[in-house]
Nanobody, 115 residues
Framework: QVQLVESGGGLVQAGGSLRLSCAASGRTFGEYAMGWFRRAPGKEREFVAGIRWSRGGPYYADAVKGRFTISRDNAKNTLYLRMNGLKPEDTAVYYC????????WGQGTQVTVSS
């Protein structure tokens, strides 16, 4: 089984940037498409961005397209999410998982964007 540990969240002003990381252990995630998901207060968890394991480009939810960039380092078993132009509506706990999700969810990392 894969264990996922997210990090890099924090408090940032609107328009700011953050870079999230997701370290996977237990087994390689290199064969899976991986994604970032988020859960805002009072809302269901939603898809944010995904990336295939080898060929094919990344893909994004419309709400973050043009602002967020997902990347992966299969050798390090690590997934990243660069977030630019953050908005208050991006405030949420961010999680990584396979896409579609198949691993136990980690604790997530809190992102708070102040206006």
């Amino acid at each position: 089984q894969v264990q996922l540990v997210e990090s890099g969240g924090g408090l940032v002003q609107a328009g700011g940037s953050l870079r999230l990381s997701c370290a996977a252990s237990g087994r390689t995630f290199g064969e899976y498409a991986m994604g970032w998901f988020r859960r805002a207060p009072g809302k269901e968890r939603e898809f944010v961005a995904g990336i295939r394991w080898s060929r094919g480009g990344p893909y994004y939810a419309d709400a973050v397209k043009g602002r967020f960039t997902i990347s992966r380092d299969n050798a390090k078993n690590t997934l990243y999410l660069r977030m630019n132009g953050l908005k208050p509506e991006d405030t949420a706990v961010y999680y990584c998982n396979a896409d579609p999700p198949r691993f136990t969810w980690g604790q997530g990392t809190q992102v708070t964007v102040s206006s």
